[in-house]
């Protein structure tokens, strides 16, 4: 039949090297040759494959902690909790504007984080000297950052901030007594960022003055935004 007559194939139609080519010594180096070649080819493929295998089995992101519910007001007047951000990754930080110190650096770091993360991640700047920073305050501190309304900066009741920075952040974050000052001015406080995820969870503790901190910051914001989004209630 004529399906099965072309599955047929002869010795004839194989062409196949003669008794001389294949007792000659240069074939058989050449055959030879061509055989590492080939086998060469194929280790360095099953390397490439392992590697890759490899980096894909990239260790998940730790769990270190859940933050609390909290009720503060952004630059903007409006009330702001917990919820606003649930569903979406952020990295937050704690500052405070007339600060000397570290915190201007902080949140020029931030504000490069900006253009460096994607557009649906919020930054959140939590400040820890709510006497002083109003809303208006912010406002003015955050347009002289370039902030646009997807980083928040945020004030409140100086008991809830500080409670909300030691106990769910764990970070120091407290004010000094007169005449003990530090080089910041009157309030102490962490110089970290701190990567949330859409559940709320704390992820990671980075320090906003080294390069590479940052640069894990941003690869494990991504395999954090990567993860499934979770299941509504």
């Known amino acids: 039949m004529w399906g099965r007559a072309a599955c047929v194939t002869t010795t004839r139609d194989v062409p196949t090297p003669d008794a001389a080519e294949r007792k000659s010594p240069a074939a058989l180096r050449a055959r030879g040759g061509a055989g590492l070649l080939a086998v060469s080819a194929l280790l360095v493929l ?16 730790p769990v270190l902690g859940q933050v609390p519910g909290f009720d ?26 007339s600060c000397a110190g570290v915190c201007p650096a902080m949140t020029a770091r931030m504000a490069r984080l900006r253009h460096e993360v994607p557009p ?28 646009d309304s997807t980083w928040l900066f945020l004030t409140g009741p100086r008991d809830a901030i500080h409670d909300l920075a030691t106990d769910g952040f764990k970070l120091a974050a407290l004010e000094l007594p007169p005449g003990e000052q530090s080089a910041d001015g009157p309030f102490l406080h962490s110089s970290k960022f701190v990567l949330v995820d859409a559940r709320a969870r704390i992820r990671g503790y980075y320090d906003s003055a080294d390069e590479q901190a940052m640069t894990a910051l941003g690869a494990d914001l991504a395999r954090v935004v990567a993860e499934p989004a979770p299941e509504a209630p």
């Not at 820890?128 to 902030?147: I, Q, S």
């Open 46 to 61: 099953s390397a490439a494959i392992a590697l890759m295998a490899g980096l894909g089995r990239q260790p998940a992101v």
């Open 72 to 97: 503060l007001v952004e630059r903007s007047g409006r009330t702001l909790g917990l919820e606003a951000l649930e569903g979406r990754a952020w990295v937050a930080d704690f500052i405070f504007t």
């Open 120 to 147: 649906e991640v919020r930054l959140v700047s939590f400040t820890v000297d709510p006497g002083h920073d109003t809303p208006d305050v912010l406002a003015d501190y955050a347009r002289g950052f370039g902030a």
